[in-house]
């Protein structure tokens, strides 16, 4: 008679046997290599293409469970091994992703997925999974995330120096153990523009040995030849004889021995068909050796480094170009009043692509007084600029022959929109009798001026204010007046000084009266007294344009 269940096991343990031979033969010559695991007896068995997935030979196979675990990383070894115990605990199967070590030293990527096979007696008698080599996958995805991280750091600044810290600091040591990076100077020297070392202790050393023996134009190997070229030059392997080659006396060949340099690897910076420099990466301590992989990957780091850099100088030419001519429209000394000061501030922005349209003017008008204005067209770069010196220059023109500042204002809308201009620009102009102090007021879309008393708090004034030129003009500007008394001054400023990202609009005016109330009585001082308290030590990110004007305090009154 037959034992049922015995022989239902033998039946599923013949299939369990012939379906493994099947898949052996299916992955014969592949990455993957199957395993089964004798819980009781302790032994493993290996498919015959297993072996080579963990660099052994052909056929090789462990004694045992703990013989195999040992050639796990030791940070992923307890979480296999605690993977293995819950499946034959639970008679369930597992997948997990872990490193292992083979003989010469290289750490692969292994993928293995497993299920549980039962005895007689319901009891987890086996242990039978299969193992896949997925290290190209892993270095593709490693590779993928540096260069995300590497454009993130690129995109920070537009600074060439600092886009290169950047990515030297990030090639270590994700890709060297030491970074240099080298721009050709203007004469075609080559400038050593960043260094980073795994140990910050060293960048120092590294630095000095660089000016003690730099690399010379003429050099047929390293930076000098790859900026030549525009090729990279790989080392894969430095050994004694190549340092001999290298050295230029005995001292330089016992320097470089005490880098322990075991490979090195030079690319190129390019952009747009112009090498820039060059990025040499070394291994030295951690026994790196680079490959063609490690060539493409800095390959790529170069060309992404090269873009970066080509566009910041670009940046840097443009931004010098707008200032340049923003500055070059602005009036270079504002004109004598009798009876009143003036001064004014201009900061260019430091953040943004480039300069805006922040201006100021002060002029004499035909019957004696004299007009103040501060501006702020929208936009940045030299169509900005040159549309302040436009619209500076368009004020002046009709300013001269209006009764007052809101027929100038409505003089200047009409113009403005006979120009065709599309872009949207704020205004705030003033009349100034120097006989009384009298001030006429109009304000298009512009901050409000604002009035500081002698010895009193500075307020915003109370103006009407129109749309901005640009935007649809309903009716009529309006103007508002008032009598600055001896010693009274008003700050015209743009919204550089008192709009920021993390607080409204209100916040800052209100900030800037505070810092005007609490400043000294000079006026220079004043006016420098207000940059400091308003604008934070690296900067504003936009433009701030700021002029002051006082009645002098021993003016007689009218």
């Known amino acids: 008679m037959i034992d049922e269940p015995s022989y239902a096991a033998r039946q599923a343990a013949r299939e369990l046997r012939i379906s493994q031979e099947r898949v052996r033969l299916a992955l014969e010559g592949t990455n993957t290599g199957l395993w089964e695991w004798d819980i009781k007896a302790d032994v493993i068995h290996w498919s015959d293409n297993l072996g080579p997935l963990h660099g052994l030979p052909r056929g090789a196979q462990p004694a045992d469970f703990a013989e195999y675990i040992e050639r796990i990383d030791p940070e992923d070894r307890p979480l296999l091994a605690a993977d293995v115990r819950r499946a034959v605990e639970q008679g369930r199967g597992y997948e997990r992703e872990f490193r292992t070590h083979r003989p010469d ?64 600091r990030q090639a270590v040591p994700a890709l060297a153990d030491w970074c240099v990076a080298q721009l050709v100077a203007d004469e075609g020297e080559l400038e050593n523009v960043a260094i980073a070392h795994v140990d910050p202790a060293k960048v120092s050393r590294a630095r000095e040995l660089l000016e003690r023996y730099p690399n010379r134009p003429e050099q047929r190997f390293g930076a000098p030849e790859v900026i030549r070229t525009g090729r990279s030059e790989l080392f894969s392997d430095i050994d004694d004889a190549a340092l001999e080659s290298l050295a230029e006396d005995a001292e330089h060949l016992e320097v470089l021995r005490s880098l322990h340099m075991s490979s090195v690897l030079v690319v190129p910076l390019v952009a747009r068909g112009h090498v820039l420099g060059a990025l040499s990466f070394v291994s030295a301590g951690s026994g790196r050796i680079y490959g063609e992989r490690e060539r493409e990957l800095a390959e790529e780091l170069g060309r992404r480094a090269g873009l970066a850099i080509d566009h910041g100088r670009l940046y840097q030419r443009e931004h010098r170009t707008a200032e340049t001519l923003q500055r070059a429209l602005l009036p270079e000394r504002l004109p004598d009043v009798a009876g009143f000061a003036l001064t004014a501030r201009y900061l260019p922005g430091v953040d943004g692509d480039a300069v805006g349209g922040d201006w100021y003017d002060a002029f004499p008008l035909p019957d004696g007084c004299v007009g103040v204005a501060m501006g702020d067209v929208v936009g940045r770069g030299i169509k900005a600029a040159a549309a302040m010196g436009e619209l500076r220059n368009a004020l002046r023109a009709v300013a001269h022959g209006a009764p007052g500042p809101s027929a100038a204002l409505d003089r200047l809308h009409t113009l403005y929109e006979a120009l065709g201009r599309r872009t949207f620009a704020t205004v705030v102009y003033l009349v100034l009798d120097p006989t009384d102090g009298g001030v006429r007021v109009a304000c298009a879309g512009h901050p409000p001026p604002i009035a500081i008393a002698p010895g009193c708090d500075a307020v915003p004034l109370e103006v009407a204010r129109c749309p901005p030129l640009g935007a ?11 009598v600055l008394a001896p010693g009274a001054a008003l700050l015209l400023y743009t919204d550089g000084l008192v709009e920021h990202r993390d607080q409204p609009l209100d916040a800052g005016i209100d900030a800037a009266c505070r810092a005007a109330g609490g400043a000294p009585d000079d006026l220079e001082a004043l006016a420098d007294h207000v940059i400091s308290e308003m604008v934070a030590e690296g900067g504003s990110a936009d433009d701030v344009a700021l002029l002051v004007l006082r009645r002098d305090a021993d003016t007689p009154h009218s």
């Open 472 to 482: 649809p003009w309903p009716r009529p500007a309006e103007e508002d007046t008032l």
């Open 105 to 168: 030293g290289e750490v692969r990527w292994l993928s293995a997925r497993a299920h549980v096979v039962f005895d007689d007696e319901g009891a987890p008698a086996l242990l039978v999974g299969l193992t896949t080599d997925v290290t190209d996958r892993h270095r593709r995805e490693a590779d993928a995330a540096f260069l995300a991280r590497a454009g993130e750091a690129l995109s920070r600044s537009l600074d060439p120096r600092e886009t290169l810290d950047a990515i030297t």
